[in-house]
């Protein structure tokens, strides 16, 4: 079974500043699907970026970015400039290749943006 | 339209009663899922439909029974809960592996 590891329960940075969530993934799969989600208070959980393992390509949406290292199965997340709205629970999520579309998700990290 | 819309937003009920949550989206996925929050802790798969039939229970209780009428709506019918069972459920959708789309969730208290 995958498993997902997020190291750091709670982080915190002023807003403006580059944020690095780290995440780690365990797994005997070679094509599979990583996953950023963003959980606000609002509770809605939120996509913010999508990684396809067999593409070497780092995935980038607007301020945020992977670097997804197959090789150590590591996928973090920056946040470039952030801002007050990013403050959330961040989850990593993974997704195998055989069909069922099951998410397996990290613990979260909890990022809270400071004024 | 490009949501999953769940209701009720809040529901509290007693240990006695029953209850329905109802789950929508016409994105023309073809695979819904029910999952189970706890505060602070990450989102517990509990049932995947795919094609309108029940392919994943992550062996769930039967105080908790699944129900997918058509493409576009996922019930989950509640009976004789604990209290324990007071979560967030959120209901998601997918069309492959292009990641899922999340409804804002139900907040089930247990009385």
């Known amino acids: 079974a995958q498993t997902v590891t997020q190291s750091q329960p709670e982080m915190s940075v002023q807003d403006a500043e580059t944020v690095t969530l780290s995440c780690t993934y365990d797994t005997s799969e070679n094509n599979y699907y990583l996953f950023w989600y963003k959980q606000p208070p609002s509770r809605q959980m939120i996509l913010v970026i999508r990684?396809?393992?067999?593409?070497?390509q780092n995935a980038t949406e607007n301020r945020f970015s992977v670097n997804f290292q197959k090789a150590a199965k590591s996928f973090s997340l920056k946040i470039s400039d952030s801002q007050l709205g990013d403050t959330a629970m961040y989850f990593c999520a993974f997704m195998d290749n055989f069909g069922n579309e099951k998410l397996t998700f990290g613990t979260g990290t909890r990022l809270t943006i400071i004024p | 339209d490009t949501e999953v819309t769940q209701t009720p937003k809040h529901l509290v009920m007693g240990m006695t009663n029953k209850k329905s949550l109802k789950c929508e989206q016409h994105?023309?996925?073809?695979?819904m899922y029910w999952y189970k929050q706890k505060a602070k802790k990450p989102p517990e798969l509990m049932f995947v439909y795919s094609y309108e039939k029940l392919s994943i229970n992550e062996s769930v209780p039967s105080r908790f029974s699944p129900e997918c009428p058509n493409s576009s709506l996922l019930n989950l019918h509640l009976h004789a809960l604990q209290p324990e069972d007071s979560a967030l459920y959120l209901c998601?959708?997918?069309?492959?592996?292009?990641?899922?789309?999340f409804g804002s969730g139900t907040r089930l208290t247990v009385v």
């Open positions: 998601a959708s997918t069309q492959g592996n292009y990641g899922y789309t």
């Open positions: 990684q396809e393992a067999y593409k070497q």
């Open positions: 994105m023309g996925h073809r695979a």
